[in-house]
């Protein structure tokens, strides 16, 4: 056992508030309700903290029972959203009948569910710009993985990969670095593991949790969303500046792609998850690593 799982993160909308939970069902496209649905603009285009941070404050809420094996929504369950200066909003978890064709996230497009005039109405007075809230339509879309590093994987409105798994030790490396430490919500990880060495996480090639197979395809090359703070949406220098020392490309890879990035967390598949019988992972199931990569250059990033 190289560490636990220690949380888990579920973020229904994407680039809004995460939800932690104690145990979260698999699907074939990561956790359920994870980025499932999306705010997107007047042109049908993804709105993210990277243009639009208030997102990071819009909090979700889904019932207690939803991350439950087998749990199916009825007409009173409900997706709620709560904003600062904001009427809470409540979105029925039944499948809307309305859909919104040119929904676009960065290089897939396609047609989603649209959830609504009331929906759309909270967000454009929340953001003060024309927006909609819509849903991935699993029914009609197939939203595939970079199959340079994944084939056959697939997505609902995450940037790239099912699965994004990270470690406190990493974090914690990173804070002793920091003259104001970051919580570990600036990474918007999918799973946090804890027990191992600061970014053993990065070599890891084939782990097990709970007789699930993950594979680490890719080092997760970091944007502009963990300089922002999470509980008031201030964009700042940090951790970014600090993780550029000693977490860039130049830095991992010398003389290799991705010199100017910098990396934390390990973008993840499982590879051997059923398409009918979906599995649960809990806080504190073991993680077993199986095979690792001998250093960084042969990881992908």
């Not at 145990?23 to 997107?40: C, H, I, K, M, N």
């Amino acid at each position: 056992m190289a560490a636990k799982v220690k949380s888990i993160f579920i973020y229904p909308i994407k680039s809004c508030g995460g939800i932690s939970v104690s145990e979260a069902p698999l699907s074939s496209t990561g956790f359920r309700w994870d980025r499932q649905w999306l705010v997107v603009n007047s042109k049908g285009r993804a709105c993210t903290q990277r243009v639009d941070p208030k997102l990071a404050l819009v909090e979700v809420e889904l019932p207690r029972d939803g991350f439950l094996l087998g749990w199916k929504p009825d007409k009173s369950s409900c997706l709620v959203i709560r904003a600062p200066g904001m009427d809470e909003l409540k979105v029925s978890l039944c499948r809307p009948s309305q859909t919104c064709d040119g929904v676009s996230v960065w290089e897939w497009s396609g047609s989603a569910l649209d959830e609504g005039d009331e929906a759309s109405k909270w967000f454009t007075d929340y953001l003060g710009k024309p927006s909609r809230l819509v849903r991935f339509n699993e029914e009609s879309e197939t939203r595939l993985v970079d199959p340079n590093y994944a084939p056959g994987f697939r997505v609902m409105f995450s940037d790239g990969y099912p699965f994004l798994l990270a470690s406190q030790g990493s974090l914690d490396s990173l804070n002793e670095r920091l003259e104001d430490p970051v919580p570990i919500n600036r990474f918007r990880p999918n799973i946090l593991v804890d027990g191992c060495e600061p970014f053993s996480e990065d070599l890891w090639k084939e782990i097990k949790i709970e007789n699930l197979t993950f594979l680490g395809v890719k080092l997760c090359s970091r944007c502009k969303i963990p300089t922002i703070n999470q509980e008031n949406a201030v964009s700042a220098s940090e951790p970014t500046e600090t993780l550029v020392k000693f977490r860039s490309g130049k830095v991992l890879r010398p003389g290799q792609k991705g010199q100017g990035m910098v990396y934390f967390g390990q973008n993840m598949v499982c590879h051997d998850l059923p398409e009918e019988n979906a599995k649960i992972i809990k806080v504190g199931d073991p993680v077993f690593v199986i095979k690792t990569f001998s250093s960084y250059d042969e990881t992908s990033i």
